[in-house]
């Protein structure tokens, strides 16, 4: 069984920042892809930014050159997201994921998400 734990979140002031993390734990196997993602009220949810295990990264347009991520070597199984310049536009729910295949068959897992409210 795959866990993932997030922490990070928090009520920050439009242009400031964040670091969100995620440690996942029991069964993983590598290759994997780390990522978060995020779901504001009434949207769907939407992809932030991933990572491979090899450090290869996406972002969605809407945050490039504001959030970078990224995964610690020493803890392979650990996934940051650091958030500058934040936008209320931000605010959602940030959701960890971390997914493989193996023989063909998708292992997905998400955590239970961490709030980021950005307002004045």
């Known amino acids: 069984q795959v866990q993932l734990v997030e922490s990070g979140g928090d009520l920050v002031q439009p242009g400031g920042s964040l670091r969100l993390s995620c440690a996942a734990s029991g069964s993983i196997l590598s290759p994997n892809t780390m990522g978060w993602y995020r779901q504001a009220p009434g949207k769907q949810r939407e992809l932030v930014a991933t990572?491979?295990?090899?450090?290869?990264?996406?972002y969605a347009d809407s945050v490039k050159g504001r959030f970078t991520i990224s995964r610690d070597n020493a803890k392979k199984n650990t996934v940051y997201l650091q958030m500058n310049s934040l936008k209320p536009e931000d605010t959602a729910l940030y959701y960890c994921?971390?997914?493989?295949?193996?023989?063909?068959?998708?292992?997905?897992?998400w955590g239970q998400g961490t709030q980021v409210t950005v307002s004045s």
């Open positions: 990572i491979t295990s090899g450090g290869t990264t996406t």
């Open positions: 994921n971390l997914r493989y295949y193996r023989l063909g068959k998708l292992y997905n897992y």
